[in-house]
Structure formats: structure tokens, C-alpha cells
Nanobody, 115 residues
Framework: QVQLVESGGDFVQPGGFLRPSCAAS????????MGWYSQAPGKQSGLVAT???????NYADSVKGRFTISINNAKNTMYLQINSLEPEDTAVYYC?????????WGQGTQVTVSS
């Protein structure tokens, strides 16, 4: 049974930063790809960033240059460094992990950006 637990969401002012994390149960090497998705109020969820093979990354155009996805293998944890937060970044952020034919999701962590 794979469990993904997000944390690190918060209420921040525009221009601030956060680093949500996604802790995976067991060895993170099992996953050939991991990623972050977001769902803003009243909108469909969308891709934020993915990481495959630990080092190959991909980002949504709207977050390029501000968001950085990374993995700490020793801690079995994935991170999303978010800088220069904008009100439009307000959303629930979910982590995803792909293992074989299975997709796993965390419960989400809320990021709210407002002055």
C-alpha cells in the first residue's frame, strides 16, 4: 500500500515563498515519475511539475522560473519550492506518484496567497 502525505501548505502574502513536501511510504525509487498538481477554486486540476528519473523535470508554463520540483531520496520525500507567490497560485496542491500501471495521490495541501 502506497501512501503519499503532503504538508507545508500555508497562508502567505504575495511575493512570499513556500516549500510543500510529499512524503512517500517506502522507497521512493519505486516510482518512475512523480509530480505536483493543483486545483484552484472552481477550476479543474492541472499539472504543475513532474520529475522522472530523479533529475528530469517538466513544468507548466505558468510556473517556470518560480517553482522547483526536487526529490530527497534519503528521506523518500518530494518537494515543491515555490517562490514569488501570486494570488493566482492559490490552490490545493496534490502530489502524484506513478508505479507500474498504478497512480497514487496524496490528500492535498492548501496554499493560499492573499494580502
Amino acid at each position: 500500500q502506497v501512501q503519499l502525505v503532503e504538508s507545508g501548505g500555508d497562508f502567505v502574502q504575495p511575493g512570499g515563498f513556500l516549500r510543500p513536501s510529499c512524503a512517500a511510504s517506502g522507497n521512493i525509487y519505486r516510482f518512475y515519475a512523480m509530480g505536483w498538481y493543483s486545483q484552484a477554486p472552481g477550476k479543474q486540476s492541472g499539472l504543475v511539475a513532474t520529475i522522472t528519473g530523479v533529475v528530469r523535470t517538466n513544468y507548466a508554463d505558468s510556473v517556470k522560473g518560480r517553482f522547483t520540483i526536487s526529490i530527497n531520496n534519503a528521506k523518500n520525500t518530494m518537494y515543491l519550492q515555490i517562490n514569488s507567490l501570486e494570488p493566482e497560485d492559490t490552490a490545493v496542491y496534490y502530489c502524484n506518484a506513478a508505479c507500474g500501471v498504478h497512480d497514487y495521490w496524496g490528500q492535498g495541501t492548501q496554499v493560499t496567497v492573499s494580502s
